[in-house]
T-cell receptor, first 112, second 112 residues
């Protein structure tokens, strides 16, 4: 069974710092990987989707990379802002794409 | 554009009472639909998914059931709620396997 791990569980950084969030998965046979942010008490907002054939995806200050062979993905946030404070989750979809496996998230706090 | 609606936003129910949570998607046809539960401080647990009307797959044996009476409507139900059913319930949809998941705003369910 696929297991998804996100380390660290929490991260606190000063505003303006570049940072990296990590996501690792045990089974490299994935179809795609998706990053989300979740604000307290809210649903999940999709940030980036990386297909298994891709190495990275970019959206604004966000860049997500995927290394299937090592079972890892990273989410890079450039020039962090207080508005980036949220919990970030990754989810992997196996080739049976109707199942998704989520990590437990990294709670990010960007201090002004 | 596509939108997803979940209601109610919050619900307080006594133990042993029935439950009905509704999710609808607009702006797309034949979506894959999902129900997740998020317990406090934990990751998302996939409860049910559906690839079409009347087609429901259950991921976790539990006190809950799901139905899809219409193409873009997904309902989560219980005949008798347990204390352990408390949590944050999220509905999501996706089109094809290459497309991202999109989530509703969630329902906070508290069992007394």
């Amino acid at each position: 069974k696929q297991e998804v791990t996100q380390i660290p569980a929490a991260l606190s950084v000063p505003e303006g710092e570049n940072l990296v969030l990590n996501c690792s998965f045990t089974d490299s046979a994935i179809y795609n990987l998706q990053w989300f942010r979740q604000d307290p008490g809210k649903g999940l907002t999709s940030l980036l989707l990386i297909q298994s054939s891709q190495r990275e995806q970019t959206s604004g200050r966000l860049n997500a990379s995927l290394d299937k062979s090592s079972g890892r993905s990273t989410l890079y946030i450039a020039a962090s802002q207080p508005g980036d404070s949220a919990t970030y989750l990754c989810a992997v979809a196996p080739y049976n794409f109707n199942k998704f496996y989520f990590g437990s998230g990294t709670k990010l706090n960007v201090k002004p | 554009s596509q939108t997803i609606h979940q209601w109610p936003a919050t619900l307080v129910q006594p133990v042993g009472s029935p439950l009905s949570l509704e999710c609808t998607v607009e702006g797309t046809s034949n979506p894959n639909l999902y129900w997740y539960r998020q317990a406090a401080g934990r990751g998302l647990q996939l409860l049910f998914y559906s690839v079409g009307i009347g087609q429901i797959s259950s991921e976790v044996p539990q006190n809950l059931s799901a139905s899809r009476p219409q193409d873009r409507q997904f309902i989560l139900s219980s005949k008798k709620l347990l204390l352990s059913d408390s949590g944050f319930y999220l509905c999501a949809w996706r089109g094809t396997a290459n497309q991202p998941q999109h989530f509703g705003d969630g329902t906070r369910l508290s069992i007394l």
